[in-house]
């Protein structure tokens, strides 16, 4: 009788290993998935609290919210408990993975810029008082008009980014493809590559990719802390894209976006990346609104099992 090899003694070691703990080899966890995510806009139509969007975001199956920051601000000035509203969102198995603000941190303007800078760093902090991780960093106020560097955006994105240090909220930067001043993934990964910070990252979106004439292999080139987040959607094949506004998003699967493509290469780049579902959409805005966040969510999914499958 001859020894066992090397590759039988693995074998072996391997399943008395699996065995010792209880789980057979065909019960192996799978690869890592998506988390889903809602962003409050797909339902703004509504007119819902932040409260009441936390219900059907938990309601619908999601498990993650993305909450404006206008929406958390009514809610507080309302009377309602930041402290209360984190207790809400953890009891129905949910996270606050990013949020929507729109300080215009990009501005020239010195002494608009430092209000901004102000208003950016009471906003990250809110949001960490609720258990909220990002918040979206997009170029409001300079979508036209503003001549701007990349070295200067990645200079006040620096600055966001350390006032985000203190609060533990992390700005994402945002490009719009309709901006005069950051419009492409392309510029926005220069940004995050130049800023120089460990925690810099950039918020993709779907739409957006397309408006800004970023194509869709982009993705593939950076890595999961560069992507953390990602804004689902869909776009249909008219109007054109130069015309095209984000009231004509539609659901994931709708529309002609390669999604399986953007979406295989984000699992190869970050397998746990967050899909957070954001259009605008004034037509899904009729109906019951818990109804129209499973739709979305069920498109959503169908696309991305698709893909992390493939």
């Known amino acids: 009788m001859h020894p066992p090899s090397r590759r039988q003694l693995f074998k072996a070691g391997t399943l008395a290993a699996i065995t010792a703990s209880g789980v057979a080899p065909a019960q192996q966890p799978s690869a890592p998935g998506f988390r889903y995510c809602l962003n409050t ?14 219900e059907t975001a938990a309601k619908a199956g999601f498990q993650a919210i993305e909450p404006w920051l206008n ?5 507080v000035s309302g009377g309602g408990s930041l402290a209360d509203l984190r207790k809400r969102i953890a009891d129905r198995g949910l996270t606050v993975e990013s949020a929507i603000a729109f300080p215009q941190w990009l501005v020239n303007d010195p002494a608009k810029r430092s209000t901004a800078f102000e208003q950016a760093r009471k906003e990250m902090d ?11 960093a997009p170029p409001s106020g300079v979508t036209a008009g503003t001549d701007l560097t990349l070295l200067q955006i990645a200079e006040r994105y620096r600055t966001l980014l350390e006032l985000g240090d203190q609060s533990g909220a992390v700005p994402e930067l945002e490009f719009w493809g ?17 800023v120089n910070h460990p925690k810099a990252c950039v918020l993709p979106d779907v739409y957006h990719l397309y ?11 950076l890595s999961g802390q560069a992507i953390q987040v990602l804004h689902m959607n869909d776009y249909p094949s008219t109007p054109a894209r130069e ?14 976006a390669p999604l399986q493509q953007i979406l295989g290469d ?20 009729k109906g019951d609104p818990l109804q129209t966040a499973k739709t979305g969510l069920a498109k959503m999914k169908t696309i991305a099992e698709n893909a992390h499958s493939g």
């Open 71 to 75: 929406q958390i601000t009514q809610y």
């Open 126 to 136: 809110l949001v960490a008082q609720i258990g909220g991780k990002r918040i979206a």
């Open 211 to 221: 408006k800004g004439g970023s194509g869709s292999f982009g993705i593939r080139m």
């Open 41 to 54: 806009a797909t339902l703004q139509g509504y007119k819902l609290g932040i409260v009441e969007l936390v």
């Open 178 to 194: 309709q901006s005069a001043n950051l419009h492409t993934l392309a510029e926005a990964a220069f940004v995050i590559v130049q």
């Open 266 to 285: 984000l699992h190869r780049v970050n397998p746990t990346a967050v899909l957070s579902l954001e259009v605008f959409n004034p037509e899904y805005w």
């Open 243 to 256: 015309t095209i506004t984000d009231r004509d998003r539609v659901f994931p699967g709708d529309g002609v």
